[in-house]
């Protein structure tokens, strides 16, 4: 059984950073692309950004030039490092593969930006 699991959130004042990490055990890690979401409290999860096998990424418009997705496959490790956190950024953060339908999502991790 795959499983994910988040971590690296916490509080952090705007315009500070922060590194999330998700590891990933249950698969062949490099096969698959890796994805993170958010999730605000009332609202939809909602996709961050995503890494392919080989390294291509892509990134939501709010998040483009300060957030930057990358893996380490020897580690089955994807990551998200947060510069510049605006209080809009405030969500919990979760990664997945890129499959359907989604592997069970993980617990998470919180991520609270506010002075």
């Known amino acids: 059984q795959v499983q994910l699991v988040e971590s690296g959130g916490g509080l952090v004042q705007p315009g500070g950073s922060l590194r999330l990490s998700c590891a990933v055990s249950g698969t062949i890690f490099s096969l698959y692309a890796m994805d993170w979401y958010r999730q605000a409290p009332g609202k939809q999860r909602d996709l961050v950004a995503g890494?392919?096998?080989?390294?291509?990424?892509n990134y939501a418009d709010s998040v483009k030039g300060r957030f930057t997705i990358s893996r380490d496959n020897a580690k089955n490790t994807v990551y998200l490092q947060m510069n510049s956190l605006k209080p809009e950024d405030t969500a919990v953060y979760y990664c997945?593969?890129?499959?359907?339908?989604?592997?069970?999502w993980g617990q998470g991790t919180q991520v609270t930006v506010s002075s």
């Open positions: 890494i392919t096998r080989g390294g291509r990424t």
């Open positions: 997945n593969r890129r499959i359907i339908p989604p592997d069970s």
